[in-house]
Nanobody
Framework: QVQLAESGGGSVQAGGSLRLSCAAS?????????MAWFRQAPGKEREGVAR????????EYPDSVKGRFTISKDNAKNTLYLQMNSLKPEDTAMYSC??????????????????WGQGTQVTVSS
């Protein structure tokens, strides 16, 4: 039973944009869950890049992407998005969405998220 399915990855040049989508299903509802995007590059630790509290819509970002990435949701489509602008080669990674029953602290600690998608690859060339 697929509960989170990402799409929208691809290859872009530095300075370009991509929008990732994460379709939720089953028992996951973006309107009430704690939703987040993570990324992991080869040889590096997984990094949280955006969090959205489903009930309130409040968002958080680390400094590495603040001002460039925007997380959002469409409750009617039960879909989470990540708009990525001004992409840099260091943004290259596998991007995954994740869902949890509540938003904990620190906000992008992977331990709070119980359901994960399989990921979509983003490659940014210089």
């Amino acid at each position: 039973q697929v509960q989170l399915a990402e799409s929208g990855g691809g290859s872009v040049q530095a300075g370009g944009s991509l929008r990732l989508s994460c379709a939720a299903s089953g028992s996951i509802y973006v309107s009430s869950s704690c939703m987040a995007w993570f990324r992991q590059a080869p040889g590096k630790e997984r990094e949280g890049v955006a969090r959205l509290r489903g009930s309130s819509g409040t968002t958080e970002y680390p400094d590495s992407v603040k001002g460039r990435f925007t997380i959002s949701k469409d409750n009617a489509k039960n879909t989470l998005y990540l708009q990525m602008n001004s992409l840099k080669p260091e943004d290259t990674a596998m991007y995954s969405c994740a869902a949890g029953p509540f938003c904990g602290t620190p906000s992008l600690d992977p331990r709070w998220y119980k359901t994960w998608g399989q990921g979509t690859q983003v490659t940014v060339s210089s």
